[in-house]
């Protein structure tokens, strides 16, 4: 994985953890042990989705280009209707508490694609490769007359 591709992926991850973590607390102080855990399994859920669509899209822009942002549309939405399948599926669920599981879930994924658009804005990726220096060599510079 490229170096521009580990920096987006840290720069989404830290900021979904720590939000995971206050979630933890937060809904341990409320909803008990088992609320704790289902902030702590619902964030887990989020970046473990989010990181794998990364490193799906990242390898889609490699082989094909003109498809990645038909592709990135795709996978946000396959993404968030993955999620909220599992939301779905664990509502009435007793390994731990579904509503902070679903609200852990939710803060997760919006700090996940916030934290993703500010990394990409912030990166210094050529979008237009360039021409190497020595096919420009026998070119003309400037109007020709």
């Known amino acids: 994985m490229p170096s521009n591709d ?7 991850v830290v900021p979904t953890a720590a ?9 341990g102080v409320v909803a008990g042990g088992k609320g704790a855990l ?9 970046i473990l989705f989010m990181g794998i669509g990364i490193v799906v899209l990242q390898r889609t ?3 094909f280009p003109q498809l990645f942002q038909a592709m990135g549309l795709m996978l ?14 664990f509502k009435d669920t007793t390994l731990f508490n579904p509503r902070t599981f679903a ?3 939710v803060a997760s994924t919006l700090v996940w694609v916030a934290a ?6 912030k990166a210094k990726i050529l ?5 190497p220096s020595e096919a420009r060599r026998g070119e003309k510079t400037g109007p020709s007359a």
């Open 6 to 12: 580990v920096r987006t992926l840290l720069q989404t």
């Open 19 to 27: 939000v995971g973590v206050i979630a933890a607390i937060v809904s």
């Open 38 to 46: 289902g902030a702590v399994v619902g964030t887990l859920v989020v």
């Open 61 to 63: 822009a490699k082989s």
């Open 76 to 89: 946000y939405t396959t993404q968030l209707l993955v999620l909220f399948l599992f939301v779905a599926a």
């Open 103 to 105: 609200a852990s879930i």
């Open 116 to 121: 993703q658009a500010r990394a990409h804005m």
């Open 127 to 131: 979008y237009v490769e360039p021409e």
